[in-house]
């Protein structure tokens, strides 16, 4: 079963506005850490934002930030002032206690920033 | 100073060759990670490593080898290759430390190796 939702294959925002990428994820384990990635073109992963299950407070990271809601097991990644270098795919992923430390990923969401 | 290389970034190999490639790290982690992205952009863990001891082994054929000597280097041997064996291929690595997962314990990739059999 898949363990992380990624519900948009591809979504578009104009340069400078919001956009929220959707991420849930399943797991009965009390301890979980969730990652989102940006992966552009040139193909590296590059990490973006962390947010522990214990985390009381959602994560940011300069125009990063994490709407974490616990009881709905959702990690969705908010970016604020869209710029066109935003375009790339965007991973969530999640690691749990016994998954031997590894990332196991959503099939990701490609985002376009127009201008 | 690149912190987990992989080589060679680009393989273009016959069906039925055998290939290696090698990841290192200077991070100083202590685990190390194969992953395999398909044409749909999806990652999947292939292989963990910890302090040279396997830790995952998903379902991958057994052409597949990892092969760690030690905790810096973790290279992946493919025999026999196979046209559905081109992909991306992502090594990783982080500190596990004593599997607290309340730390950030980041997680390191490499440029990733482009496979691709013909």
């Known amino acids: 079963a898949q363990k992380i939702t990624q519900t948009q294959p591809g979504m578009f925002v104009q340069e400078k506005e919001a956009v929220t990428l959707d991420c849930t994820y399943d797991?009965?384990?009390?301890?979980?850490?969730l990652f989102w990635y940006k992966q552009p073109s040139s193909g590296e992963m590059i990490f973006l934002i962390y947010?522990?299950?214990?985390?009381?407070q959602n994560a940011t990271e300069g125009r990063y930030s994490l709407n974490f809601q616990k009881a709905r097991k959702s990690a969705n990644l908010v970016i604020s002032a869209s710029q066109l270098g935003d375009s790339a795919m965007y991973f969530c992923?999640?690691?749990?206690?016994?998954?031997?430390?590894?990332?196991?990923f959503g099939k990701g969401t490609s985002l376009l920033v127009t201008p | 100073d690149t912190a987990v290389s992989q080589t060679p970034k680009y393989l273009v190999t016959q069906m039925g060759n055998d290939k290696s490639i090698k990841c290192e790290q200077n991070?100083?982690?202590?685990?190390m990670y194969w992953y395999k992205q398909d044409s749909k952009k999806f990652l999947k863990i292939m292989f963990s490593y910890n302090n040279k001891e396997l830790i995952i082994n998903e379902t991958v054929p057994n052409r597949f080898s990892p092969k760690s000597p030690d905790k810096a280097h973790l290279n992946l041997h493919i025999n026999s290759l196979e046209l559905g064996d081109s992909a991306v291929y992502f090594c990783?690595?982080?500190?596990?430390?004593?599997?607290?997962?309340?730390?950030?314990?980041?997680?390191?990739f490499g440029s990733g190796t482009r496979l691709t059999v013909v």
């Open positions: 990783a690595s982080s500190q596990a430390g004593d599997r607290e997962i309340r730390a950030v314990y980041g997680y390191t």
């Open positions: 947010q522990g299950s214990y985390d009381q």
């Open positions: 991070l100083g982690h202590d685990t």
């Open positions: 797991t009965s384990d009390p301890s979980y850490g």
């Open positions: 992923a999640m690691r749990e206690t016994n998954s031997g430390y590894a990332l196991n």
